[in-house]
Nanobody, 122 residues
Framework: VQLQASGGGLGQAGGSLRLSCTVS????????LGWFRQTPGTEREFVAA????????YYEDSVKGRFTISRDSAKSTVYLEMNNLKPEDTAVYYC????????????????WGQGTLVTVSS
């Protein structure tokens, strides 16, 4: 399974950005899809997760109501719609795929994309 993330860039506080992650290879191995983020010197943090069916969805508390994870199975793509951005959302965002396990934990994910930088200015 290979993952390619895109869509990062510079956003303004209160604004929106959408991240995309295209999944290729043995996509049927990827039962769960997630987004994580990381800032320098910190652990990779869970942001959101779902399955190819789109149910269920999971969110980290600080992004609930602002971020939405979705997927397009036909395009083998998972999205992260980020609204009402805050400067503390600044991070490198990674998409990942898991074959099983609890989707809110990084250890459950086997395959990772390369990361895309999101910078939110105040």
């Amino acid at each position: 399974v290979q993952l390619q993330a895109s869509g990062g860039g510079l956003g303004q506080a209160g604004g929106s950005l959408r991240l995309s992650c295209t999944v290729s290879g043995r996509t049927s191995d990827a039962a769960g899809l997630g987004w994580f983020r990381q800032t320098p010197g910190t652990e990779r943090e869970f942001v959101a997760a779902t399955s190819w069916s789109g149910i269920p969805t999971y969110y980290e508390d600080s992004v609930k109501g602002r971020f939405t994870i979705s997927r397009d199975s036909a395009k083998s793509t998972v999205y992260l719609e980020m609204n009402n951005l805050k400067p503390e959302d600044t991070a490198v965002y990674y998409c990942a795929a898991a074959s099983s396990g609890s989707l809110i934990y990084a250890w459950a994910y086997t395959w990772w994309g390369q990361g895309t930088l999101v910078t939110v200015s105040s």
